[in-house]
T-cell receptor, first 114, second 114 residues
Framework: DVKVTQSSRYLVKRTGEKVFLECVQDMDHENMFWYRQDPGLGLRLIYF???????EKGDIPEGYSVSREKKERFSLILESASTNQTSMYLC?????????????FGNGTRLTVT | GDSVTQMEGPVTLSEEAFLTINCTYT??????LFWYVQYPGEGLQLLLKATKADDKGSNKGFEATYRKETTSFHLEKGSVQVSDSAVYFC?????????????FGQGTTLQVKP
Protein backbone atom coordinates (compact mmCIF):
# COMPACT_ATOMS: atom_id res chain seq x y z
CA ASP A 1 0.00 0.00 0.00
CA VAL A 2 1.08 3.52 -0.76
CA LYS A 3 1.90 5.45 2.34
CA VAL A 4 1.92 9.22 2.52
CA THR A 5 3.09 10.45 5.88
CA GLN A 6 2.66 13.95 7.21
CA SER A 7 4.96 14.71 10.09
CA SER A 8 2.45 16.37 12.38
CA ARG A 9 -1.27 15.83 12.98
CA TYR A 10 -1.71 19.07 14.93
CA LEU A 11 0.34 22.24 15.04
CA VAL A 12 -0.21 25.48 16.91
CA LYS A 13 1.89 28.44 15.82
CA ARG A 14 1.94 32.15 16.46
CA THR A 15 1.35 34.86 13.92
CA GLY A 16 4.56 35.73 12.11
CA GLU A 17 6.31 32.42 12.75
CA LYS A 18 7.89 30.46 9.94
CA VAL A 19 6.15 27.09 9.68
CA PHE A 20 7.29 23.91 7.96
CA LEU A 21 4.89 21.11 7.06
CA GLU A 22 6.61 17.93 5.98
CA CYS A 23 5.34 15.13 3.77
CA VAL A 24 6.99 11.86 2.75
CA GLN A 25 5.74 9.20 0.33
CA ASP A 26 7.14 5.72 -0.13
CA MET A 27 5.95 4.79 -3.63
CA ASP A 28 8.46 6.62 -5.80
CA HIS A 29 5.72 8.85 -7.20
CA GLU A 30 6.82 11.73 -9.37
CA ASN A 31 3.92 14.01 -8.47
CA MET A 32 3.35 15.51 -5.08
CA PHE A 33 0.72 18.04 -4.01
CA TRP A 34 -0.26 20.29 -1.15
CA TYR A 35 -3.94 21.03 -0.71
CA ARG A 36 -5.71 23.11 1.86
CA GLN A 37 -9.10 21.93 3.16
CA ASP A 38 -11.64 24.38 4.56
CA PRO A 39 -15.33 23.78 5.36
CA GLY A 40 -17.57 24.67 2.45
CA LEU A 41 -14.60 25.22 0.14
CA GLY A 42 -13.44 21.67 -0.39
CA LEU A 43 -9.80 21.14 -1.25
CA ARG A 44 -7.84 23.88 -2.92
CA LEU A 45 -4.46 23.30 -4.51
CA ILE A 46 -1.61 25.35 -3.09
CA TYR A 47 1.44 23.97 -4.91
CA PHE A 48 2.48 20.84 -6.70
CA UNK A 49 5.67 19.29 -7.93
CA UNK A 50 6.28 16.80 -10.72
CA UNK A 51 10.00 16.29 -10.15
CA UNK A 52 12.80 17.02 -7.73
CA UNK A 53 13.44 20.75 -7.50
CA UNK A 54 10.44 21.46 -9.74
CA UNK A 55 7.37 23.26 -8.47
CA GLU A 56 4.23 24.78 -9.90
CA LYS A 57 1.77 27.17 -8.33
CA GLY A 58 -1.70 25.94 -7.70
CA ASP A 59 -4.81 28.02 -7.19
CA ILE A 60 -3.91 29.67 -3.88
CA PRO A 61 -0.08 29.94 -3.61
CA GLU A 62 0.05 33.34 -1.90
CA GLY A 63 1.76 33.20 1.46
CA TYR A 64 3.22 29.76 0.83
CA SER A 65 6.33 28.26 -0.69
CA VAL A 66 7.49 24.68 -1.19
CA SER A 67 10.65 22.65 -1.34
CA ARG A 68 11.38 19.35 -3.00
CA GLU A 69 15.00 18.36 -2.58
CA LYS A 70 14.35 14.62 -2.69
CA LYS A 71 11.78 12.70 -4.68
CA GLU A 72 10.04 11.28 -1.64
CA ARG A 73 9.77 14.50 0.36
CA PHE A 74 7.71 17.62 -0.29
CA SER A 75 7.65 20.45 2.22
CA LEU A 76 5.19 23.29 2.53
CA ILE A 77 6.51 26.49 4.07
CA LEU A 78 4.55 29.35 5.54
CA GLU A 79 7.07 32.17 5.52
CA SER A 80 5.17 34.29 8.04
CA ALA A 81 2.10 32.55 9.39
CA SER A 82 -1.15 34.47 9.58
CA THR A 83 -4.46 33.64 11.22
CA ASN A 84 -6.14 33.15 7.84
CA GLN A 85 -3.80 30.23 7.25
CA THR A 86 -5.46 28.27 10.04
CA SER A 87 -6.67 25.21 8.19
CA MET A 88 -6.27 21.51 7.45
CA TYR A 89 -3.38 20.81 5.11
CA LEU A 90 -3.33 17.64 3.03
CA CYS A 91 -0.39 16.23 1.15
CA UNK A 92 -0.88 13.83 -1.75
CA UNK A 93 1.23 11.92 -4.25
CA UNK A 94 0.52 10.36 -7.62
CA UNK A 95 1.93 8.99 -10.85
CA UNK A 96 3.05 11.51 -13.43
CA UNK A 97 1.17 11.62 -16.76
CA UNK A 98 -1.48 9.09 -15.81
CA UNK A 99 -4.34 11.53 -15.52
CA UNK A 100 -6.76 8.83 -14.47
CA UNK A 101 -4.50 7.53 -11.74
CA UNK A 102 -5.73 8.35 -8.25
CA UNK A 103 -3.94 10.51 -5.75
CA UNK A 104 -2.87 9.07 -2.41
CA PHE A 105 -3.36 11.32 0.58
CA GLY A 106 -1.78 11.69 3.98
CA ASN A 107 -3.92 12.05 7.10
CA GLY A 108 -3.54 15.78 7.19
CA THR A 109 -2.03 18.42 9.45
CA ARG A 110 -4.40 20.68 11.30
CA LEU A 111 -2.64 24.00 11.72
CA THR A 112 -3.87 26.68 14.09
CA VAL A 113 -2.28 30.11 13.91
CA THR A 114 -2.95 32.30 16.93
CA GLY B 1 -11.70 27.07 -15.81
CA ASP B 2 -12.55 23.56 -14.74
CA SER B 3 -14.78 23.19 -11.70
CA VAL B 4 -16.83 20.72 -9.69
CA THR B 5 -20.08 21.44 -7.86
CA GLN B 6 -21.56 19.13 -5.25
CA MET B 7 -24.84 19.26 -3.44
CA GLU B 8 -24.64 20.99 -0.12
CA GLY B 9 -24.76 18.98 3.03
CA PRO B 10 -25.00 17.75 5.57
CA VAL B 11 -27.05 14.81 4.43
CA THR B 12 -28.63 12.86 7.27
CA LEU B 13 -30.12 9.44 6.58
CA SER B 14 -31.34 6.47 8.53
CA GLU B 15 -29.54 3.17 8.16
CA GLU B 16 -30.58 1.22 5.04
CA ALA B 17 -31.85 4.35 3.28
CA PHE B 18 -30.98 5.12 -0.34
CA LEU B 19 -28.23 7.66 -0.91
CA THR B 20 -27.67 10.10 -3.74
CA ILE B 21 -25.06 12.82 -3.66
CA ASN B 22 -25.19 15.04 -6.72
CA CYS B 23 -22.07 16.16 -8.55
CA THR B 24 -21.82 18.21 -11.73
CA TYR B 25 -18.71 19.45 -13.45
CA THR B 26 -17.41 21.95 -15.97
CA UNK B 27 -14.36 20.99 -17.96
CA UNK B 28 -12.75 21.32 -21.32
CA UNK B 29 -11.72 18.13 -22.99
CA UNK B 30 -12.47 14.75 -21.51
CA UNK B 31 -11.80 14.62 -17.81
CA UNK B 32 -11.60 11.59 -15.58
CA LEU B 33 -13.99 11.71 -12.63
CA PHE B 34 -13.49 10.49 -9.09
CA TRP B 35 -15.24 10.14 -5.78
CA TYR B 36 -13.10 10.31 -2.67
CA VAL B 37 -14.20 9.63 0.90
CA GLN B 38 -12.77 11.09 4.10
CA TYR B 39 -13.54 9.29 7.33
CA PRO B 40 -13.20 11.24 10.58
CA GLY B 41 -9.60 12.00 11.43
CA GLU B 42 -8.23 10.58 8.21
CA GLY B 43 -7.05 11.76 4.82
CA LEU B 44 -8.95 11.23 1.60
CA GLN B 45 -9.10 7.83 -0.01
CA LEU B 46 -10.31 6.90 -3.46
CA LEU B 47 -13.80 5.43 -3.49
CA LEU B 48 -14.36 4.98 -7.23
CA LYS B 49 -13.53 6.49 -10.58
CA ALA B 50 -14.64 6.65 -14.22
CA THR B 51 -12.45 7.65 -17.12
CA LYS B 52 -14.82 8.07 -20.05
CA ALA B 53 -18.44 8.77 -20.87
CA ASP B 54 -20.96 6.12 -19.77
CA ASP B 55 -18.38 4.37 -17.58
CA LYS B 56 -19.72 3.25 -14.23
CA GLY B 57 -17.40 3.23 -11.26
CA SER B 58 -18.31 1.06 -8.29
CA ASN B 59 -16.87 0.08 -4.93
CA LYS B 60 -18.22 -0.98 -1.52
CA GLY B 61 -21.81 -0.78 -2.79
CA PHE B 62 -21.37 2.76 -4.10
CA GLU B 63 -21.84 3.54 -7.78
CA ALA B 64 -21.50 6.55 -10.06
CA THR B 65 -21.97 6.86 -13.82
CA TYR B 66 -20.09 9.33 -15.99
CA ARG B 67 -22.82 11.25 -17.84
CA LYS B 68 -21.29 13.50 -20.45
CA GLU B 69 -24.63 14.79 -21.74
CA THR B 70 -25.55 16.16 -18.32
CA THR B 71 -21.94 16.70 -17.13
CA SER B 72 -22.74 14.76 -13.98
CA PHE B 73 -21.26 12.03 -11.81
CA HIS B 74 -23.78 11.42 -9.04
CA LEU B 75 -22.87 9.04 -6.23
CA GLU B 76 -25.45 6.43 -5.19
CA LYS B 77 -25.77 3.63 -2.70
CA GLY B 78 -28.81 1.45 -2.26
CA SER B 79 -28.57 0.90 1.49
CA VAL B 80 -26.30 3.02 3.66
CA GLN B 81 -24.73 1.92 6.93
CA VAL B 82 -23.60 3.87 9.96
CA SER B 83 -20.02 3.16 8.90
CA ASP B 84 -20.61 5.17 5.69
CA SER B 85 -20.74 8.37 7.73
CA ALA B 86 -17.98 10.52 6.24
CA VAL B 87 -17.29 13.45 3.94
CA TYR B 88 -17.55 12.67 0.23
CA PHE B 89 -15.68 14.64 -2.42
CA CYS B 90 -16.27 14.63 -6.14
CA UNK B 91 -13.21 15.47 -8.23
CA UNK B 92 -12.03 15.71 -11.79
CA UNK B 93 -8.71 15.32 -13.49
CA UNK B 94 -8.29 17.20 -16.71
CA UNK B 95 -7.11 15.59 -19.92
CA UNK B 96 -3.94 15.68 -21.94
CA UNK B 97 -2.36 18.78 -20.47
CA UNK B 98 -2.83 17.56 -16.95
CA UNK B 99 0.03 16.96 -14.54
CA UNK B 100 -1.99 14.72 -12.32
CA UNK B 101 -3.69 17.37 -10.21
CA UNK B 102 -7.31 17.04 -9.19
CA UNK B 103 -10.00 19.68 -8.88
CA PHE B 104 -12.36 18.99 -6.00
CA GLY B 105 -15.88 19.90 -5.12
CA GLN B 106 -16.67 21.40 -1.75
CA GLY B 107 -17.47 18.06 -0.11
CA THR B 108 -20.73 16.64 1.22
CA THR B 109 -21.00 15.40 4.79
CA LEU B 110 -23.07 12.25 5.21
CA GLN B 111 -24.36 11.23 8.62
CA VAL B 112 -26.11 7.89 8.92
CA LYS B 113 -28.16 7.25 12.05
CA PRO B 114 -28.91 3.78 13.37
Amino acid sequence: DVKVTQSSRYLVKRTGEKVFLECVQDMDHENMFWYRQDPGLGLRLIYFSYDVKMKEKGDIPEGYSVSREKKERFSLILESASTNQTSMYLCASGILTLYNSPLHFGNGTRLTVT
Amino acid sequence: GDSVTQMEGPVTLSEEAFLTINCTYTATGYPSLFWYVQYPGEGLQLLLKATKADDKGSNKGFEATYRKETTSFHLEKGSVQVSDSAVYFCALSAGSSNTGKLIFGQGTTLQVKP
